[in-house]
């Protein structure tokens, strides 16, 4: 795939938070239920602990990567992550085939999958790309922060003690000198706008853009979404305001519509052609950020796949571009 991004630059609620108030671990606490995977990544309670950003970003360039959705690097062979957790339950919801046998499902998953009005399933908190990396918890830690991907669509990120579902709950607002960082995450589709130099506290996460696509006889359809992680762009010592670092990428699934209760999620085979994206930047006539990608495919993949796009540090005014999404179920080349 040729990916025209700089990897080092990847987007976490993290980073932000990392960056405004970094301070040094205290290598003297020994945690109990901290299960050391390697020098650099750990489980503790449940979620990934990554040393520091160094860290997860080498984790992550490989999560990310469509060719390895059905496999897991050798890390993170005894970690579940969300993504994992939500596979399972999907897989589950095939055997759905009575009113009973739904109900009973609702009632078991209610707190771990989000069931639309048509029956099909969706994630319960965080998006395709955070659900790799995060526990069913929607946890993971970096550094001295932990962030949660909560189930009422907001990104905390706290440095400090772990803390339960009902303590982050009562995380409100931001609040920069007590470690705590607070934003909402738009799953809605919004037209993309020019990044604000000021006033970003935390990584903002929200659809750009997004699509829905039948094949002929309406039995599958394809989810075509490109989203975009807003992160502050300052250093510990330089409190100068700049354009927030900005995470472009998008996401693709196809469901299977069945008998009884909707759509289900499929095992299918995803291609990507003639992808043309680009970004103008403020500065001067004909700057712009591109993103091309002519011909790719990924086969048996259950469930979303990913394309990395772009990872931008400037300020961005214009966004624009298309590109054909398909997959096994559903050959109409929908351009988008």
Not at 245 to 254: A, D, E, G, K, L
Request: one cysteine or more; glycine letters at 6%.
């Amino acid at each position: 795939m040729k990916n025209k991004i700089n990897l080092r630059c990847l987007i976490l609620p993290l980073l932000g938070a990392i960056s405004i108030a970094s301070c040094k671990k205290d290598g003297n606490i020994v945690n109990p239920n901290e299960k050391l995977v390697t020098n650099a990544v750990s489980i503790e309670n449940g979620y990934l602990k990554f040393r520091d950003q160094k860290a997860f970003d080498s984790i992550l360039n490989v999560l990310i990567k469509p060719e390895n959705f059905n496999s897991k690097p050798k890390e993170l062979q005894n970690f579940k992550s969300y993504h994992d957790a939500y596979i399972e339950i999907a897989k589950e919801y095939e055997n759905i085939n009575t009113s009973k046998s739904f109900d009973d499902f609702k009632s078991k998953y209610s707190n771990m999958v989000e069931i639309q009005p048509d029956s099909s399933l969706n994630y319960k908190f965080g998006t395709p790309l955070s659900a790799l990396f995060t526990n069913s918890k929607g946890e993971v830690k970096i550094g001295d922060f932990t962030t949660v991907y909560t189930k009422d669509n907001r990104i905390v990120s706290y440095k400090g003690q772990h803390k339960n579902e009902f303590e982050v709950a009562t995380f409100s607002k931001t609040d920069q000198s007590q470690g705590i960082f607070v934003n909402n995450l738009s799953k809605r589709n919004t037209s993309a706008k020019s990044n604000q130099i000021a006033n970003v506290e935390a990584t903002t996460t929200r659809a750009v853009r997004s699509r829905l696509y039948y094949n002929d006889d309406g039995k599958r359809r394809l989810f075509v979404d490109i989203w975009v992680d807003e992160t502050p762009n300052q250093g510990p010592d330089d409190w100068t305001p700049r354009p927030p670092i900005s995470r472009y990428y998008c996401t693709s699934r196809q469901e299977l519509k069945k008998t009884f209760g909707g759509w289900r999620t499929n095992e299918t085979d995803y291609y990507f052609n003639n992808l043309v994206y680009a970004w103008t930047i403020r500065g001067g006539l004909g700057d712009y950020r591109y993103f091309n990608l002519a011909n790719y495919s990924v086969q048996g993949v259950y469930g979303p796949i990913i394309i990395d796009m772009a990872t931008i540090s400037e300020e961005i005014i214009g966004f624009s571009g298309s590109g054909h999404f398909t997959s096994g179920g559903v050959p109409n080349t929908p351009v988008f």
